[in-house]
């Protein structure tokens, strides 16, 4: 595996294999890996010759009050497990590399970035999509692999591909879990042994939901009622952000459950901002 850290090394590398007619897949990443992170990039490894992973903590996607600094980072151990999963390039450039220092173009999808995670992260998509097509014009990639955990980023992504033609095929993969159904995530580790107690309710309160829709409610407002009824008792170290049901591709909230719904969250609990999702089947 090649680890390359400028932005012209990459797309070097990339248009070298493209022009031999080989095929590309990437996986963005924050870094600090886990079980998800190794399936999408196995899954990339299936679908293209050549795998890049690029592990890169955006700053453009972080607030100002947000974890930045203190983003959980272990280049070491992510650089083991990514040659592990059969990355041919690892990707970790340096921020000034990405980002001139009169950097002063964005990509937003505004219509679905202001919803859910946006609602208290109003910058953080803009951040996303501008790093995400960096990296699908620098790699060249045939196929890009996200996570459904970020329901939401995927789903801006596959927009944005598709409003500005981007030549990419964009694959999803199921959320991983741990085996108490906690969504795997790299700020999974700010939670406090009390904390980690409780955050597999996130998944039981929107499993909840996702049973009694299955036993024929239709009714988004009787099902945040239930699940945050549930939440009050049972997850009390947390701090609700916002559970919604909406559209799984438009994001714009639905008032009947009538065909499958998207139930989102996001719970602060202690320092970490958890979020998770379920898709909802009448
Ligand atoms: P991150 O490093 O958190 O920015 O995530 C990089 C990619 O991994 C994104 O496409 C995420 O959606 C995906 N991802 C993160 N957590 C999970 C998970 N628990 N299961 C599946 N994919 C995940």
Known sequence: MQILVTPQELNEQCREWKAAGRTVALVPTMGYYHAGHE?????????????VVSLFVNPAQFGPAEDFE?????????????GACGADVLFMPQSGDMYAP???????????????????????????????????????????????????QQAIVKRMARDLNVPIRIETRPTAREDDGLALSSRNVY??????????????????????????????????AAVLRRWAERLPL???????????ETLETVNC?????????AVHLGKARLIDNMLLYP
């Open 191 to 224: 939670l406090t042994p009390a904390e980690r107690a409780q955050a597999p309710e996130i998944y039981l309160g929107l499993k909840q939901a996702q049973d009694m829709v299955s036993r024929g409610e239709k009714d988004p407002e009787l099902l945040r």
């Open 70 to 82: 203190a983003y959980p980072r272990n280049s070491e151990r992510d650089t083991a497990i990514a």
């Open 257 to 265: 459950v009538a065909a499958p719904a998207l139930a989102a969250c």
């Open 102 to 152: 009169d950097h002063g173009t964005w990509v937003d999808v505004p219509a679905m970035a202001q919803k859910l995670c946006g609602q208290s992260r109003p910058a953080f998509f803009r951040g996303v999509c501008t790093v995400v097509l960096k990296l699908f014009l620098l790699s060249q990639a045939d196929a890009a692999v996200f996570g459904n955990k970020d329901w939401q």
């Open 238 to 248: 947390g701090r609700l952000d916002y559970l919604s049901v909406v559209h799984p």
């Open 39 to 51: 399936d999408l990039m196995r899954h990339g490894k299936s679908l293209a010759d050549h795998l």
